[in-house]
């Protein structure tokens, strides 16, 4: 009796092991549809599908030459999608410890086997990779500490997939330190600028820039509304080599002054004022090699407001100033609209509208403007601007002046003035 | 072949294509919105004033009007102001009441409730098939769970039946769903879209306050009750049922007899004893007691036991 249930037991096993591809995969799945209790958060964006241009070829995308960004809706030609896979580590009391991830993948949705080899635009990257320790500080009880490669508070505006204050990359940091009448942020990040080559130098070497970002921000300052102040320092940080041969060091600021609005036509208003010296000039990066001295100005202002229950939209606008001293500099205004139409919990129609315009510094030099609009039908998961899934059939109209450059990215020759472009794209996170 | 006319092909076809896929969406819409529930537009208030001027439809659980369920079926269910209300030991409620199914495996039940401007609070009472309650599901039984992929904002809880003792009267057969007071004075905080974007995105979030849900006495829930399709003996991940018995009764008393029908069993059984027919004596008492029939058995007993 005693050898039967051995011998059981054992076969059970070998039944088990058996099975164990299909036992993890029949264990993951729930993860997968959100679960009520779930080992492994799993979060992610996507967006992908298929598109044409009016005159045959691929979908063509447009953009105005020089711009910082190009409104989205019915103008991503490419197929990007993120994998975040986090797990809380270690949990006692209020003391936590998380760890998280992210791989992005990126191709240019030709085929079906697209190699990530980094041939044809098809790559994936390491973005994200680290752990954060959530009160573990007695001293700062409510901040978070954290090491690792890190999307780092970053702002973005929606519409048009702008990232105006990003200084993403690994780093080290302590987070949301209580002040008593705000919330105090220090961080130090990296970014690295390849084979940077020196004056008469022959090979070139990496120079490693670095950024001190510190942020206040939750201050109260009106009836629903929120300030954050931020200041970012950035350099390179050169070794005696580079030292030595006299490499470039750009340094420079970048402060910033956000104010959110809550409360505000059934949504919400974000602006932000940006001011930025010569390295930092750009998005939160300090840049050796590119940029000469010089200083930005930037302003951004953002919003989703609801005015109806069946309408409800985003709206941007953007004025960006770089003055440089090798007169390189350029003036970017950008104003876009999207309102979306509900006809019901699934069903809406979104207009897309979007104009660019840029203006370089230099006398003489042509400034190049861009209209883009979207009629845009969407089927989505739920009737909020956010909802997603969100399937949607486009077309889209873009202008620009063909004697200057040619905003499309393909299918569309040299010379035109305009291109109409149609498809199918589908957008998710969850 | 030309290219161009390829080209002119594939124009003409997308646009086909597109406006294929439109119609075909358009008439699948009312499928798709059934897939999701929309969260009740009762306001909190309205619902509060509805049960106060509702009247409790029974006196007794058993007296409630059970529903049948089936299993593997997904089941929208509405409390609103029509529904029934009783008088539950936490408090008046609106409720929805059902019968398990009673000759099936195992099943799994989960409960979504609605999150919308309201949101219904639920507490799950299971009973046996003698109407004793087995479990109270609430509290935290029931979380938020944000929006996400196709599900939206909802309160989400999820328990098992077991039913590997078919037949036995103490398996849960019945379910009530109901709130209590204490628990619509409460409000859920929901998670913003914008914040659940930039959640996904690994954004910052906009510095916003999120909306809440008040806690009302009518909600919109969805029901889904998937059976184990496994037979007992295949299942290596058994688990004994989680149910205790705190508030056991003792079984029902029945209505006691009239004397009529005492007097009719009592002259039975003493025919049949008579006739020293035993079998009948002790069916007939048997009988008489599931008839109320008071004190048969010790009538029997003292004309069987031999005399001192």
Redo the contacts between chains.
Sequence with gaps: MHRDNKNSNRS?WQK?KNNLPYITLICCLPSL????VAAVDF???LRSGIG?T????DQACFRAQGAGAKYRLGNECETYA?I?LGQELYKEGEKRFYVDS?IAYVSNQENDWEELTGDNGAKSSLR?MYVIGENVLDSFPGANIWAGKR?Y????V?INDYYYWDVSGPGAGIENIDVGFGELSLAWLRNTENDYQAKGGSSGTNVANDTFDIRL??LAINE?G?L?LGLDYGRANLNTEQDDKDFDDNKGYLFTVQH?Q?NWFGG?N?LALQYATDGMIGTGHNQSRDTSDGKMFRIVNQG?IELTENLEGMYVGIYEKKDLDNNQGQTWMSAGIRPVYKW????STALEVGYDRVKPQASGAETVDLTKVTLA?Q?S??R??????VIR?FATYARWDGDDYNAASESIETGEDSGLT???QVE??? | MDPKIYYRFFRYFSVFFVLTVATICRADIDNWTATWPTPSAISQQQANEGLAASVVCCQQLAGLLYQTLEPGKQLQIEINLDSPSYSFESGKSFFAAYKLPENANSLTITLYSIAGKTVFKPTVMLMDSQFRVTRLLRGNDFQYRPAKGFKGDSLDGQFRVDRSLPGNPLNETYMVLYTTEADRQGETTLLHPAKAYALARHNQPPAIPDPVAKHSAVGVLQLRIAQENKSFGERADYVPPAVVYPSAAPAPVSTPALPETQDYYQQAIKQALAKGDMAKALRLAEEGERAGVQGIRRFLLERIQPKP
């Design positions: 059970r088990i549809f959100s679960s009520p979060h992610g964006y044409g009016q005159g045959g070829g993120e975040q992210m994200q999307y508070q970053r702002h973005d929606h921000s939750d629903n929120k954050e959110t809550s919400y974000k989703v019901n919990d699934v069903m039908q089927w998961a739920g909020s601007f956010w909802a997603r899934p059939a149609f498809g199918v998710a996170w969850w």
